[in-house]
């Protein structure tokens, strides 16, 4: 073999090209560099990680590897994985995600385990996922219990494109999709729980111009000013929409419990509690409509 071919072919065997784009991503605040160096390269090659690591001195084809090349050099301009890949993982599940719809985080996993524990798994009960983005909420409800009747909503006619997009793929069709400003068009005393991830981000957070959020969609992000807009209303409407006794929960910022829970119970919600993540930081705020009588 011609000495070119022979070092072009060491340059392009799987383990030379994970470790050239690992130590490229080194670089890039917020990566997690090797992790997202066999991403890019699976989804280059269509081979999955685990055969990547397991025969690491196979080379791609030279097509794969001009896609690796363009997908990582995509990836060093900040661009989110989730993005470049058009997916995410959420719960147990895979969602498509566009630049129309936030990337749905691991904390969000919290208010799907607190509606879980909370909320009766043997009735047929009616609840809302306000702002569902990529549907992550709902999708991940409605996996999980088949009585429970879902209606997704997002004021973003784009993101709930997506949304429904999901729901299609993973067989969870029955989930309603509504195009609306939070509550506006839902029927009075119609729930047994509204949950929501709405935006919470303060408009002047300096977290907004890095990393991820650069190319995440604003208004999912941010209602502007203090951060608490979209909480305030949700909040406001509930008692309109939740049957006597009902849940609302919402996600927030960690630094946003005091704030909520005082939005809460001037909204005439009772039973309020705030709750921690795994990193044990203020996360959801949830409260009840007051029982009839
Ligand atoms: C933080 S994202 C949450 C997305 C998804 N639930 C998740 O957890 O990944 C907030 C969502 O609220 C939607 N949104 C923003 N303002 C809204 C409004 N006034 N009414 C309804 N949805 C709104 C955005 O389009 C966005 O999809």
Known sequence: MPETASIGARHHRTDALLARATAALADLPDATPRLEAELLLAEATGWTRTSLLAWPERAPPDEAVATFEALLARRLTGEPIAYIRGRQEFWTLELRVTPDT???RPETEQ???LALDRLDAQRPLRIADLGTGSGAIAAALASERPDWSLVATDRSAAALAVARDNFRTLGLERIGCLRMDWLAALASGSLDAILSNPPY???QDPHLDRGDPRFEPRSALTPGGDGL???RTIAAETGRCLRPGGLL????GFDQGDAV???FASAGLHRVETCRD????DRVTLGHLPDRG
């Open 102 to 104: 936030l990337i749905p």
């Open 201 to 203: 981000v303060a408009g």
């Open 111 to 113: 208010l799907v385990e």
């Open 278 to 281: 795994l990193a044990g930081l």
């Open 249 to 252: 929960a919402v996600e927030h």
């Open 229 to 231: 807009d979209a909480i």
């Open 261 to 263: 829970r005082r939005i």
